[in-house]
Antibody, heavy 124, light 107 residues
Framework: EVQLVESGGGLVQPGGSLRLSCAAS????????MDWLRQAPGKGLEWVGR??????????EYAASVKGRFTISRDGSKNSLYLQMNSLKNEDTAVYYC???????????????WGQGTLVTVSS | DIQMTQSPSSLSASVGDRVTITCRAS??????LGWYQQKPGEAPKSLIS???TPQRGVPSRFSGGGSGTQFTLTISSLQPEDFATYYC?????????FGPGTKVDIK
């Protein structure tokens, strides 16, 4: 069973930066596709971006709303995923989740495991 | 971007009721459709992958179906622990997009 634990959230001023971390255990980290998602207060779920697994060279994808401002990376030696957030805006305020995905026997299990979330508040 | 809609946006039901939630995609997404359950203050939980494949440990009262652009999540006999918000997700193309959610509460 994959366990994911996020950290690094907090209060930051508009224009500031923050780095979130997601520690994974219970699975071969390099096999996993890892995503960041977010949920603004009282709102629905929004996909932020993805890091593919080692077989796909850890390439990344981003939502248009964060492209150029956010960067996803991973450290295999620490089984950790990161989200570097720059030029933060008020509308980036949300609970940020990391989630894992994998294909097994031809079935894509998307976001089969989620972390508990970490709150990012962008405000002056 | 592929737009996802859900109906109804909310429903009130009783324990033991059969409940069906519909999700529609703005274009065909093959079988790249998942369902998630979220309770207040908690992270979402994966219920169904690939339209109809239940995640391990998900009760058999949850089932998914559909094809093309229209999909359903059915709870055959609603239990007290099922009162939550349910989201569908398309992962056929980037950006991945969720439906707006269906809140299921107690009648």
């Amino acid at each position: 069973e994959v366990q994911l634990v996020e950290s690094g959230g907090g209060l930051v001023q508009p224009g500031g930066s923050l780095r979130l971390s997601c520690a994974a255990s219970g699975f071969t980290f390099s096999d996993l596709y890892m995503d960041w998602l977010r949920q603004a207060p009282g709102k629905g779920l929004e996909w932020v971006g993805r890091s593919r697994g080692e077989a796909n060279s850890y390439t990344t994808e981003y939502a248009a709303s964060v492209k150029g401002r956010f960067t996803i990376s991973r450290d295999g030696s620490k089984n950790s995923l990161y989200l570097q957030m720059n030029s933060l805006k008020n509308e980036d305020t949300a609970v940020y989740y990391c989630a894992s995905s994998i294909a097994i026997d031809g079935v894509a299990h998307i976001f089969f495991s989620w972390g508990q979330g970490t709150l990012v508040t962008v405000s002056s | 971007d592929i737009q996802m809609t859900q109906s109804p946006s909310s429903l009130s039901a009783s324990v033991g009721d059969r409940v069906t939630i519909t999700c529609r995609a703005s274009q065909g997404i093959g079988n790249d459709l998942g369902w998630y359950q979220q309770k207040p203050g908690e992270a979402p939980k994966s219920l169904i992958s690939a339209v109809s494949t239940p995640q391990r440990g998900v009760p058999s009262r949850f089932s998914g179906g559909g094809s093309g652009t229209q999909f359903t999540l059915t709870i055959s006999s609603l239990q007290p622990e099922d009162f939550a918000t349910y989201y569908c997700l398309q992962h056929n193309s980037y950006p991945f997009t969720f439906g707006p959610g269906t809140k299921v509460d107690i009648k």
